[in-house]
């Protein structure tokens, strides 16, 4: 990529900028040794991310493997990874549409039981969507899971290509993939 979509002006290579991912609708991601690209006239901005359903997967283990509660843009992050709507993952965790609504726009915070429930739902449909095991060891990391409030701001995150790129065919959850 060498000229700009828009205006078809050249575009400035930057290499050693960590990227926000925004697109995820993570406001903690960031994306460090991709190539970004800018406008020299325009100053419209892209970006090159290699393999991106292998960083979902990442980013969705990432999720649930922390041990703090699922804030509101988790829930609905890993609901859309797995291609639910809204009212179907209602109906998965037993509960009224509404309560879920809340827990996704961060109005109301998420029962330990339920948080535990959603990371689940996650984990088995994307295996089956990915055809790859990744759940393997996941239930002990479960024990642990949700027992404290969401903080109120998540701390950073950061991944390189290597890390979505190269390890696919180990298993991407369990105790040893889950950071403590």
Known sequence: MDRCYECDSPLEVIKDRPYQYKESGLDYVWLIGILQYKCSKCKETFVEIPRIKELHLLIGRTIVCRKESLRGQE???????????????????????????????????????????????????????????????????????????????????????????????EPLFGGEFCPA
């Not at 996704?104 to 330990?112: F, L, P, S, T």
């Not at 429930?117 to 060891?137: C, D, H, P, T």
């Open 75 to 169: 829930v609905k992050y890993l609901r859309k990874e797995i291609g639910m709507k809204s009212k179907e993952m209602a109906a998965a965790l037993s509960m009224e549409p509404e309560t879920y609504s809340r827990w996704e726009n961060g109005k109301q915070a998420i029962a330990a039981c339920h948080d535990k429930a959603l990371r689940m739902i996650y984990v088995v449909n994307a295996s089956e969507n990915a055809g790859k095991v990744l759940s393997q060891g996941f239930p002990s990391v479960l024990p642990d899971l949700a027992s404290r409030k969401p903080p109120l701001k998540t701390k950073k995150v950061q991944f390189s290509p290597s890390e979505w790129l190269n390890k696919l065919d």
